[in-house]
Every structure is written in C-alpha cells, then in structure tokens.
C-alpha cells in the first residue's frame, strides 16, 4: 500500500476528490464510490460492486442511476450483472472487444460491459430520445467507452412512430410492432414466475410491478430514426463486432435483415432476445431466426426465458466457431464477476494520482448511503 503519510497535512481541493471518485468508477466491478478527507484521517475512500443482487433500485449500486422507472431498473440489473443473461451459451468477451448493445435502453448491458472488460469499445443504440437521454447521462457518469447513437436498427432506413411507455419503459417498441395485451400478460407472468422463485426480500419490488396490470400504461409517441447495420458498420468502420446484442420488442429479425453478405464475417458472436408468441404475428420466428444463423455458420443455443416463461420470449446465443481462433484473452465469461479488490483498486490508482492523492485505504461496503 503506498505511503500516503504526507496525506493529512497537504491540501485536498473538492476536485481533487471528484478526479479520485472519477477514476474509481472507472475500475472493473465498481458501482458506486465515496471519496473523504479529513486532517486527522486523511483520504480514504469506500467502494460498493455492481454484482450482487440490487437490495433496492433506490439504494446499493443503483441509486445514482438515470432512470424512468425504479422497479425496471431493479429487474434490468439482477437480469444482467447478477444473471448475467448475455453470457449464457458460451458467449465471451476478450481484450478491446466491439460490443453493439442494439436497445440499449438506459444503459445496463453497456455498464456491464464497461465493468466487466474495461478495454471494450460499445456502440450503443437507442431510438426513443427520452431514454437515450438517460444513456448519455449513464454512460458519462462512469466513463465508459461508449458511442451513443440516437437510432434503432432495421431491415431498411427509415423513420418510424414508437409507443414510449414511461412506466416500463423497456417495452417501449416501433408502433405497428406493439402488442398492449402482450405486454400485459407479460408482466402478469414476469410477476407470477417471481414469486415462484421464491426469491428473498423481492415481495415489495413484486407489488409494484404488479400494479402496472391494474391501470392503463401510460403511452406517448415519438418519431424515431432506424438504420440498417451495414450502413452504420460503414460509417463507424468497426474492425470486427465481437458480441452483437439485441433486445428490440419484437424487431429482431428486421435487425439481423440489416446486414449485408459482406459484412457479416465481422460478426463473430450474437446475443438476442426472439420473441414467438403464439397467434402473433411473431409465432415461428425462433425457428426462423435459427435456420438464419445456422446458414450463415453459426453454432447456436437457445432457451426461454426463466422469468418470462409461457409468454414467448426466449434467448438466443449464436457464435461463429472461428471465434474460437482468435488470438486476443478472454477477459469476460460467465462466472467471472467479482467484486471490486481495494489492494487492486489502490494499486490502480497510484498509477494514475501523485502520492498524495492516493487514499490511505479502500473499503469495500455493502451499502452507501446517497449524500
């Protein structure tokens, strides 16, 4: 640990402890951190991991997120970090890998990937500009190595009308794509599987999602660009896309019809979300979806949805066997997550800080308080 004797009695200015908090929000793990000085304690600092389960949307790693709505935002988290959704199949992801995180929402998946493998590059695209807004605001807050783009994927350029639900927002989706009886049930599923689960401490989380079923969603429209996938490959000039995620109520095919023969070799791995609801226009679209990928060489594992089962949601994990030869290091797998090491975390820092602004010691917490 350095020798931060000199920390008590040298002057500590508010940005200096604001560059301190910026850089640990900018190590692996890290959700949350607080930065203090006093002059008979000097620096110290506490930290709190993104990877347990979120004890409550408004408190422990979530508290300081942009958002619409908490209880999502709960559920967004414990799907990704904890449940680590898009690394099942054997989805990996090594050094300075390309992520496109197609509905990136607010951005969750591009916070994991920005904690779990910091050298990553993602490309995040969200249409709505309401959420989009909340992307941006994320994705500064802890520095990651994203590129916003305000726009949706599909099989052509166009410009069409979303339904934005505030409440959930997650379901927001293209307007001649919605489903409200859909998204009813679903939630009445999500809710009925929950509780099935049994899992500790989520009774009050389950309440509230319930009580979306009890009322109209609130629904607004907004007008929203979409582009096709090679358009933007041409214009980013993305060298390979290591993981291709996709989670776009219902315009998944319309996303993978997006992209030219000759761009896809760059895709190496793809995670997606499918939706086959029976007596829908989507009924027989994971079988679609599968005959798809499997022409274009792909090894692929698919399964429902644990939380969503018996409303026609399921996940989809495709990777091209060559990945495997690629040389770089596998940096991200399922199972790899751990929480933050402060000797790690102090040991990063003093690379970047002079002596003196160094904390005397990292803590690692379960909970902090918002200031």
């Known amino acids: 640990m350095p020798d931060n004797g000199r920390t008590a009695a040298t002057e500590i200015s508010t940005a200096d402890l604001n560059r301190i908090h910026d850089l640990l929000l900018r190590c692996p793990g890290v959700a949350r951190a607080r930065v203090t000085h006093s002059a008979s304690e000097g620096l110290s600092a506490q930290v709190l991991g993104w990877d347990k389960p979120a004890p409550s949307p408004d408190s422990g790693p979530l508290a300081e997120l942009a958002k619409h709505n908490p209880d999502e935002l709960q559920f967004l988290h414990d799907e990704i970090f904890v449940g680590e ?34 050298s990553a590059e993602v490309v995040a695209f969200e249409p709505i500009p309401d959420i989009y807004d909340h992307l941006c605001r994320n994705a500064e807050r802890h520095g990651i190595r994203v590129r916003p783009l305000r726009m949706g994927l599909s099989d052509r350029d166009q410009e069409v009308t979303f339904n934005f639900y505030p409440d959930l927002s997650i379901m927001s989706c293209r307007s001649d794509y919605a489903d409200l009886d859909n998204e009813t049930m679903l939630v009445e599923k999500y809710v009925e599987n929950a509780k099935a689960s049994g899992d500790p401490g989520r009774d009050e989380h389950i309440a509230r999602v319930a009580s979306l079923t009890s009322r109209d969603f609130d629904l607004s429209e907004r007008r929203c660009e979409l582009r096709r996938l090679s358009s933007v490959i041409d214009e980013t000039d993305v060298p390979r896309i290591d993981l291709l995620k996709i989670d776009v109520q219902r315009s998944e095919l319309d996303v993978l019809k997006g992209i030219d023969d000759r761009h896809w070799p760059l895709v190496r791995q793809i995670a997606m979300e499918v939706h086959d609801e029976t007596g829908t226009p989507t009924e027989g679209r994971l079988k679609e979806v599968r005959a798809l990928l499997l022409d274009r060489g792909f090894e692929i594992t698919d399964s429902e949805v644990d939380l969503l089962r018996g409303a026609g949601r399921f996940s989809v994990q495709a990777i091209h066997p060559a990945y495997a030869d690629d040389p770089r290091p596998v940096a991200v797998s399922a199972g790899s997550g751990a929480e933050p090491e402060p000797q790690a975390l102090l040991d990063s820092l003093a690379r970047q800080l002079p002596a003196h602004l160094v904390p005397r010691q990292i803590t690692l917490v379960s909970e902090l308080a918002l200031d």
Do not use: M
């Open 85 to 118: 959704s898009y690394l099942q199949g054997g989805i990996t992801l090594r050094e300075n890998a390309v992520v496109f995180d197609v509905g990136a929402n607010i951005g969750i998946f591009s916070l994991f990937v920005g904690a779990r493998c910091p």
